[in-house]
């Protein structure tokens, strides 16, 4: 574990010199240093870091959770949830169609299209505070596409995860799929109509005990998610949804904070173990499409927002790179599919799928006027 550490660390100091994301970093760390490929061997069974790896995946949805806030939705109005459903239509109907057109199996084809489909939050968000475009006038569209994308977020792996462990039929489907969505719907309550009294019982001017508590809630309701059929990572972030919203909740996501780096990293860093760099070259091409196709999506639904929004090319350039990544929702997914028994070439295509892009977009990103210089001037 402290060799992960060190390792993961490592990289990122170095990529951070030339500008690069962390999580592709962390992925690489792993494949460099796992047991498929030469040299020194530091982990030989990625298991060893199962456990870490759900923590940090826990923690991961339960910061996204936290930052999460339904004002945000109704601040955004029409155009924001025109603008985040477009997006969404555009990619992960695109991912859906690029999953069939591969031919790897139905099950296979819905996973494509979450990852196709859904942005990294950590990404974008780490994206536009790196380029001090914070407060720009594409960030608020930005953000919230990001806020829609969580919403059908949880929705989608709630419906998915009943598909993945084989339901024997589809009334067997179409209830663990009821029951996944009513403990959703439970959660969802909760965090509507229970904030008061979630926050006094997590109230406490002890940061021991605090962190204690909110770290013992996200756990164990993720548990108990997975034994409703829900994703374990929608379980923490449906608590840190309920959290984020009481008088506690700006002092926990300090807290989380690290937790949520570390142990984050040990999850990028253990799926980067699974990775045999030599099936890489066997979804080579395949990467390469799907990284075409989310490109051309992610360049017509940036001029779907700039129409609703009224952006110049430079704005309009901005939506479309920003959003190019993708990162731990597409690794959630890579999880669920290796755990469910789907097509083994699924996990390389997701490793240098993610890797491409995560490198890709944040480059792409702050290159967005060297970009529209070279291009013929277009009204949007």
């Not at 059908?152 to 067997?172: E, I, M, N, R």
């Not at 609703?308 to 350039?317: R, S």
């Not at 599919?337 to 491409?356: M, Q, T």
């Amino acid at each position: 574990m402290g060799g992960a550490f060190v390792a993961a660390a490592v990289l990122a100091r170095l990529g951070n010199r030339i500008g690069l994301p962390t999580i592709p970093l962390f992925i690489l760390a792993g494949i460099l240093l796992g047991p498929h490929t030469p040299g020194f061997v530091l982990v030989d069974d990625p298991h060893q870091l199962e456990m870490l790896s759900a923590l940090g995946l826990v923690l991961l949805l339960f910061y996204l959770g936290l930052e999460f806030h339904m004002d945000d939705l109704k601040a955004g109005g029409r155009k924001m949830a025109l603008a985040g459903g477009l997006y969404l239509a555009l990619n992960v109907g695109a991912g859906l169609g690029f999953g069939f057109a591969v031919g790897w199996g139905t099950s296979e084809a819905l996973v494509l299209a979450g990852v196709l489909g859904i942005s990294s939050s950590a990404i974008v968000t780490k994206t536009l505070v790196d380029l001090g475009r914070i407060g720009n006038p594409e960030t608020q569209p930005i953000l919230g596409i990001i806020v829609v994308e969580d919403i059908f977020l949880a929705l989608y792996l709630a419906a998915l995860q009943p598909v993945l462990t084989g339901a024997d039929s589809l009334g067997s489907a179409l209830g663990q799929i009821a029951k996944a969505f009513a403990f959703l719907l439970l959660l969802g309550l909760a965090a509507r109509f229970g904030t008061r009294l979630i926050g006094k019982l997590f109230a406490t001017r002890d940061n021991e005990l605090l962190v204690i508590s909110f770290l013992g809630a996200a756990v164990l309701v993720a548990g108990i998610a997975e034994e409703f059929g829900v994703a374990d990572a929608i379980g923490a972030f449906m608590v840190g949804l309920m959290l984020g919203n009481t008088a506690s909740g700006e002092r926990i996501r300090e807290l989380v904070h690290p937790l949520r780096d570390a142990f984050g990293a040990i999850f990028f860093f253990a799926f980067g173990l699974s990775i045999d760099p030599g099936d890489l070259p066997t979804v080579l091409v395949p990467v390469l499409v799907a990284v075409a196709v989310t490109v051309a999506m992610n360049i017509l639904a940036a001029i779907c927002a700039a129409r609703i929004y009224g952006f110049d090319p430079v704005p309009t350039a901005n939506v479309a790179t920003t959003l190019l990544a993708r990162g731990e929702f597409a690794l959630i997914l890579a999880t669920m599919a290796s755990a469910a028994g789907l097509d083994d070439r699924l996990a390389p295509f997701i490793a240098g799928y993610v890797l491409l892009l995560a490198v890709l977009a944040p480059l792409a990103a702050g290159r967005t006027h060297h970009l529209i210089r070279r291009q013929p001037a277009v009204t949007v």
